[in-house]
DNA sequence: TTGTAGGCGTTATCAG
DNA sequence: CTGATAACGCCTACAA
């Protein structure tokens, strides 16, 4: 550890410069001397101190992440295909979780300022121009599911208002005529995209909407099991229920099994993410499903660009497509292809 | 950005060394001075150079977290846990994730060296001494939910044995006696465990035991799917079952209800984790619970004084308790308590 | 209480 | 092809 590149120039019979050459494939050495360099350093098991590297040439090799709350399969999920992708490209990653508020954005984005060459930021909850103005404008940034209407940040995003818009068209087409959803926050701005696809489904479709059928929920389990009990209650009874995410479909189917409702005989119901347990709730859960990991990956991809490219680099907003996946839970009747 | 503790010096009439005795509340400081460099400080934006810090001190402030892949619900949890400890002192957390193979493992242990203050590793599918082998002496290492016998590293682990054996006198309790577990991989430490404490615990109770009870498993919602769908099969047929982990147990669910058996008249079935989706289920999963985040906080904490105690720092291996939840999959009568 | 100056380990710019 | 050497930004004795 204590072993500097002093040490290893001094064993092999050269000056640092030229341990430096090799270490950075940065002009020419000599073939031989070369390969005695890279077998003493071996031998010492040197490896260059990082800090004093990152001194010299201002970059560090790392990336951020900003998270809002390190929270059930789909972070993981984000996580994972940002990290592989970092790999990849030779970065490391460092990780800050848990800022639902303004405040503790702008505190983990000081923190990390001058430790990273780029940064993910995903704060759904936060507002565009809030976000806006505690970015750091000398430092790559890649808004991960913000709101960015009107901005100029790279940008990448799951097709929340197609996704949602789509499901709902399908219920309806179904001959379900009384759709209800299941909100997430409205701070958020996933669920505010998906409740605007569920209105415009409805709208297009002339179909009825009540304000009542719009239940606010939280995205957990739990707010979902609450939300369908009260709606359960509903007279007359929507016969189709769209969450705005899985993990309140599944508290839902729970709270309406436990209201003896049948799904999908007395209403259907779908979610959003397509969580790998979706397929086997019972019965199987319908969702829109999104490519998770890739949404990291992509967004990591632009970071890369935009740090390497650093200049000249065109800012790109991105939106990931979703895709249908039509299971029991709103009707399907076969019980082979529901999995 | 490019504002240095010199500028700041200029701007505020004193010297650097004054300066830097301010930001790092070392050495006395006029209370006049401090607070003029403070306001000159915050104005022109000045945040320290965190490499030129490391350079010198030797130290990152950055703690690394090696993790075998970021796969559901629980490593989520475990990384939640690790964060928010880390950010309450003051540290960063470098992560590195999908390290299956003993030689990915090396080379992220080579890639973090001299960036980080000290190590979490989380690698259940390698065996200790190979583990030991890689390990850096000179950094400091908290193991988490490795295979720790016979060494002397900080570890933490959750009671996996005592867990399971809980969990399978239970179900004996309840009059079941064909007991039969999806296991985890045979390479992975809490599978083995798990699978120990299922064996001693028909042992102990003097229940029967099968080898074609012992149906391999991989921790995810399909493995356990297959492994119940083969189970099913069986002649007798188990009247329980307990897979090692909720996501199995899940996909055991499913399989369950396409082969027309009823869970539990037919047969019970338990987890293990207790997500927080394993109550929502149909009908609500038994579980042994595990206060996920709080092994990963508690990790930090063990790492966090080795770090800081560095030297004379009494090495610990601690055991996280678990607790069984009792709901309707394995039998429990009444509908009200089982949520 | 404050200032001066040396050095942390590398890289990069010059000469040779 | 190789070797000195000046930065990089900061901390920390040691002096004043």
Redesign the interface.
Known sequence: ?SVTIRDVARAAGVSVATVSRVFNNSGPVHEETRARIREVAGALRY??????R??ITAK?N?LGVLLP?????F???V??GI??TA?QNGY???????HETQARIEGAM??????VDGLIVMSPDIDAPTLAANLPD?LPVVLLNCAVEGTTYDAITVDNFGGAYAMVRHLLSTGRNRVAIITGSSRNYDARERLRGYRAALHDAGAERQEGWEIPGDF??TGG?QAARALAMLSPRPNALFAAND?MA??A??AL??ADLSVPGDIAVAGFDDI??A????P?LTSVHVEISELGARAMGVLLAAVQEKNRHERQQVTLPTTLVVRQSCGMES?QTG?
């Open positions: 550890m490896s260059p101190n990082s800090a004093a990152s001194l560090s790392t709350d390190l929270y059930g399969e972070f993981s999920e996580i994972r990290d592989q790999q490391h990653v460092l990780v800050s979780s848990s000081r923190a990390m300022r001058g430790r000398s957990t389990e099991y993990a599944i508290g189917l729970s099994r436990k790998p347990m397929r086997y709730m019972n199987p019980k999995m």
